[in-house]
């Protein structure tokens, strides 16, 4: 789908043929008018596909409560259409106009303690104010109604970054929200006051209005009540991206509506595997985070994103050219950053490559944040790079609509254990759980093991070894399913503070790991926790931070592969595994970080038979990823170092290698500091 965007409705010069889309968001609202054609005319020069506009339009088309002005945006759209570019085109909803919150300072957000966001920057709106959602859907109306025939465009734009600003609202409206979502899941008071504990610290509740978003308390809310309000707020955006694309499909039933995620970094609002059934495809904007694991950051982002999309296409909706204006000092890339940032994103199933934004802003709080034209304008290495990147995605056309080849090793990513393990008033507040599902990720990279991020809803069967760390939530359904897994020769690796609690956050009794206690053939009477800068010695000279248990053995199979010989526990088990059938069950008790990790990994791999596919000597090197079509396979070689790396073995016609990269199809390539190539192999 993704492929053909631009040319759905291809004008006299559309190329029909699939490719993978190029892009970025294009503001011209922000230029005068004789900017507008010399941007169509670099655009095609860079080999720009499809553009993002009017995300932030919304008090340009509508002025006044009843005044509209589409003409500047007609015009646009027609030059885009002539330059043969197709428009996502955005439902302008994500800045509501001073004018509205003038009139309806109702519909701003309130935080926890009370404070209202007052507008001024964007995104100031309350996901369940219905007077925003009336005047939003009128405005989704109004553009949908005036561009349904527009051939330049080719998909739709709902919001933008749904929830980067507001996801947490404690308003009142939040609050009547709150109560009808918590009916809707619970059924009665009863079930509620169950399912909160309320029996603590006499919170029990008799009628549903007494019932509040967690707002400042006097010390530690309820720990239900919080997992549920971020339930419910990423349900109330969700349903807001509903409402919008209801009326899209009403309108245009052919024209695919998406919305940008931000799989990135530490957002966690929006539980985005249980929005992706809602679009037509998944859109993901990442950025990178300088620091020690930025690019693995990135390649465990695109394939989680990959993994929330079903492995399916996605689309790059937005990253950098350079440099952000947001984070507190904002690097500029070196030289081949820009492409192999891109092409890692296309390894992971990404069949657009698009940016923020076209044309660097002279004006407002993003003028220093980088972009495909910028302030020195064409005549710049910046600009050079970028049309260099767009004919690459030309010549990677073939990749367009090939899904990811599953990895033999899955990390399980789960939001809601995301979102309960870190919660307060735990063993200790240091826990960071994307942070250990990144370490492991960045160890299995290191080993030049190939994995997959899937969630929840993934098959799990599809991987031989399944990596669940953290796994706090385990409701009795997926415990069975990982017992199932191992027993039908699955090979399952689990962390400490695993397995603890119910969907409710109540604690399964009887020893921890709780519900993976029998599988994990194990038992934890108390958790050890360490202080900041406290470590443990394994017996396998890794050092273990944050977190000890102490283990007794619960089952005559369960195996010992490292004990503690350090710390409260020494001689105590620390990694174990119990064979199950044809599979595994292992817990690894404290946080061994990437080093430690990738020392362990070989002996947790090596039942399953589990190893680097590339040549040892570019293994950690060299990421391999692997997306399959019909006919064919591509492998991408991604060189992680600064240095030239030598890749002997994979054979297959060489699409791409950046820069000065060379292949042969006679088997092997090189490629240069950062550099990409990608192979394409007949399918086997
Ligand atoms: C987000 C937004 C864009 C822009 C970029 C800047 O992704 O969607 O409008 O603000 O950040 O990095
Ligand atoms: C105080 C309170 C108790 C309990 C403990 C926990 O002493 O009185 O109710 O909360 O703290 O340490």
């Avoid at 995104?123 to 939003?136: D, I, L, N």
């Avoid at 443990?536 to 004990?563: C, F, S």
């Avoid at 997306?627 to 591509?634: D, P, S």
Wanted: hydrophobic letters at 40%; proline letters at 7%.
């Amino acid at each position: 789908m993704i492929s053909t965007l631009h040319s759905r409705r291809s004008g006299a010069d559309g190329d029909p043929a699939p490719r993978l889309a190029y892009g970025a968001d294009y503001n011209p609202e922000q230029w005068p008018r004789d900017v507008w054609e010399e941007d169509v005319r670099l655009m095609r020069e860079a080999g720009v596909t499809v553009v993002s506009v009017g995300i932030f339009s919304w008090a340009r088309l509508q002025p006044g409560p009843d005044t509209w002005d589409f003409g500047w945006l007609d015009e646009v759209m027609d030059l885009l259409h002539a330059g043969g570019i197709g428009v996502d085109l955005a439902t302008a909803t994500a800045s509501p106009p001073p004018w509205l919150t003038t009139a309806h300072p109702e519909i701003l957000p309130v935080t926890a303690n009370g404070e209202t966001l007052w507008p001024g920057a964007r995104q100031h709106w309350r996901p369940t104010s219905p007077v925003f959602r009336e005047h939003a859907l009128r405005l989704v109306r109004e553009i949908a109604t005036r561009y349904r025939d527009h051939p330049a465009l080719v998909a739709w734009h709902v919001n933008n970054e749904l929830g980067c600003h507001n996801v947490y609202d404690h308003s009142d409206d939040a609050a009547r929200a709150f109560r009808g979502w918590l009916r809707a899941r619970h059924g009665s008071l009863d079930a509620l006051n169950h399912a909160w504990g309320t029996a603590f610290w006499s919170q029990r509740y008799t009628d549903w209005e007494q019932i509040l978003p967690p707002r400042l308390a006097a010390s530690h809310p309820n720990p239900t009540q919080q997992l549920d309000f971020k339930r419910f707020s990423s349900d109330a955006l969700k349903d807001h991206l509903r409402a919008e694309r209801e009326i899209l499909r009403e309108i245009t039933p052919d024209v695919p509506v998406t919305t940008n995620f931000m799989v990135m970094g530490g957002t966690r609002g929006m539980n985005y595997p249980d929005w992706a059934d809602e679009i037509d495809f998944v859109s993901n904007d990442h950025y990178v985070h300088p620091g020690p694991q930025d690019r693995d950051e990135l390649s465990f982002s695109a394939s989680l994103t990959s993994g929330i999309a079903g492995g399916r296409p996605w689309f790059l909706m937005e990253h950098s050219t350079s440099a952000v204006n947001w984070q507190p000092v904002n690097v500029a890339k070196r030289p081949g950053d820009l492409a192999r940032d891109a092409l890692l994103h296309v390894a992971h199933g990404a069949d657009a490559v698009c940016f923020f934004q076209w044309r660097q802003s002279a004006a407002g709080a993003e003028k220093y944040h980088s972009a495909m034209v910028p302030h020195a304008g064409a005549d710049s290495d910046l600009f050079r790079a970028v049309a260099a990147l767009g004919a690459t995605l030309k010549t990677l056309a073939p990749v367009a609509g090939s899904e990811r080849e599953p990895a033999p090793v899955g990390i399980l990513y789960d939001w809601e254990s995301w979102w309960a393990s870190e919660q307060d008033s735990h063993p200790t507040s240091l826990l960071d759980y994307r942070q250990e599902a990144l370490d492991w990720y960045s160890a299995l990279l290191a080993l030049g093991v190939r994995a997959d991020l899937v969630t929840s809803r993934a098959d799990l069967s599809r991987h031989r070894v399944l990596i669940a760390p953290v796994l706090h939530v385990v409701p009795a359904e997926l415990a069975k399913e990982l017992t199932r897994y191992a027993e039908q020769g699955g090979h399952l690796v689990t962390t400490y503070f695993s397995g603890i609690v119910d969907e409710n956050d109540h604690v399964w009794l009887g020893g921890y790991p709780g519900a993976l206690r029998e599988l994990l053939g194990i038992r934890i009477e108390e958790f050890g926790p360490l202080l900041p800068g406290e470590s443990v010695e394994l017996d396998d000279t890794a050092t273990g931070t944050l977190w000890t248990d102490r283990i007794t053995l619960a089952d005559p199979d369960t195996q010992v592969l490292a004990h503690y010989r350090t710390g409260v526990h020494a001689g105590r088990p620390a990694v174990t595994r119990r064979p199950t059938g044809g599979g595994s069950a292992s817990y690894v008790s404290t946080r061994l970080g990437v080093d430690g990790l990738a020392a362990l990994l070989p002996r947790l791999l090596e039942p399953a038979g589990v190893h680097g596919e590339l040549p040892a000597d570019v293994r950690g090197k060299v990421e391999l990823t692997v997306r399959r079509a019909a006919g064919a396979r591509f492998l991408f070689l991604v060189n992680r170092t600064d240095d030239t790396v030598e890749v002997s073995g994979p054979a297959g016609d060489v699409l791409v290698g950046t820069g000065t990269g060379t292949g042969t199809a006679a088997g092997g390539v090189v490629l240069g500091p950062r550099e990409v190539a990608v192979l394409r192999q007949p399918a086997g």
